[in-house]
T-cell receptor
Framework: KQEVTQIPAALSVPEGENLVLNCSFTDSAIYNLQWFRQDPGKGLTSLLLIQSSQREQTSGRLNASLDKSSGRSTLYIAASQPGDSATYLCALGDSNYQLIWGAGTKLIIKP | DTAVSQTPKYLVTQMGNDKSIKCEQNLGHDTMYWYKQDSKKFLKIMFSYNNKELIINETVPNRFSPKSPDKAHLNLHINSLELGDSAVYFC????????????FGQGTRLTVV
């Protein structure tokens, strides 16, 4: 059974720093991995999608990597801004079309 | 321009009532989903529909029933609401090809009192 873990559960850093969020999973048989952002009281915004055959994806200041052999994905945020404060969730797409979710990392960027 | 939209955004109701949450997507996707996010922020899939066929039905109470009048809509009906049903419910859609991106609605916060 696939299990997804995100560590740390919460992270607070000063504005301007580069940071890495981690996502680990137990079963490498995945179809894709998505990183989402959730703002308080709001919905889920897809940030990056990595297919199982890819190693990384980039969008602006965000870079996501995928290493299936080690069961890990990272989300790198460069030059963090207060507007980046949110909960970041990773989710794995499996053969049944469903997403298996981590519990998220709550990120706070201090001005 | 909203890709996946849910209504209502907030729903407060008494125990025992029957309620529905609507979801519509304008992305032309064939697969739609309902997820439940509990108080610990875990998201768990409840249902998914592909071309109006139920393809996943997790072990949710049969008080919950998805209804899809067409491939652009997947509504969630809940009968005899219980306190434990309080949560945020998310609708999502994707194309039927495995490995494609899923798009989510804004969520419906259901509070049962």
């Amino acid at each position: 059974k696939q299990e997804v873990t995100q560590i740390p559960a919460a992270l607070s850093v000063p504005e301007g720093e580069n940071l890495v969020l981690n996502c680990s999973f137990t079963d490498s048989a995945i179809y894709n991995l998505q990183w989402f952002r959730q703002d308080p009281g709001k919905g889920l915004t897809s940030l990056l999608l990595i297919q199982s055959s890819q190693r990384e994806q980039t969008s602006g200041r965000l870079n996501a990597s995928l290493d299936k052999s080690s069961g890990r994905s990272t989300l790198y945020i460069a030059a963090s801004q207060p507007g980046d404060s949110a909960t970041y969730l990773c989710a794995l797409g499996d053969s049944n079309y469903q997403l298996i979710w981590g519990a998220g990392t709550k990120l706070i960027i201090k001005p | 321009d909203t890709a996946v939209s849910q209504t209502p955004k907030y729903l407060v109701t008494q125990m025992g009532n029957d309620k529905s949450i609507k979801c519509e997507q304008n992305l032309g996707h064939d697969t739609m989903y309902w997820y439940k996010q509990d108080s610990k922020k875990f998201l768990k899939i409840m249902f998914s529909y592909n071309n109006k066929e139920l393809i996943i039905n997790e072990t949710v109470p049969n008080r919950f029933s998805p209804k899809s009048p067409d491939k652009a809509h997947l509504n969630l009906h809940i009968n005899s609401l219980e306190l434990g049903d309080s949560a945020v419910y998310f609708c999502a859609s994707s194309s039927p090809d495995r490995g494609t991106e899923a798009f989510f609605g804004q969520g419906t916060r259901l509070t049962v009192v």
